[in-house]
């Protein structure tokens, strides 16, 4: 996936569903790690932009 692709607050799906049953996530941070919220319980993560590039399906929003 390209970079330009997502920005900040881009709502994101992607490729494994989080432990409460939903994929849909929310950008919140963008840096050399990217901050990801869950919009089914609010928990939020932190990967490195590599793996996140890597788990990413696309972009929704």
């Known amino acids: ?3 330009n692709q997502y ?3 881009s709502k994101v799906i992607m490729k494994k569903q989080h432990p409460c049953g939903t994929n849909e996530w929310q950008i919140i941070r ?3 790690d ?5 919009l089914g ?3 939020t993560i932190m990967m490195p932009r590599i793996e996140f590039n890597k788990k990413l ?3 929704f929003e």
């Open 57 to 59: 399906k696309k972009v």
């Open 41 to 43: 319980c609010g928990r």
């Open 1 to 3: 996936m390209e970079n």
């Open 7 to 9: 920005q900040l607050n």
């Open 30 to 32: 963008i840096g050399a």
């Open 34 to 38: 990217i901050k990801i919220r869950c």
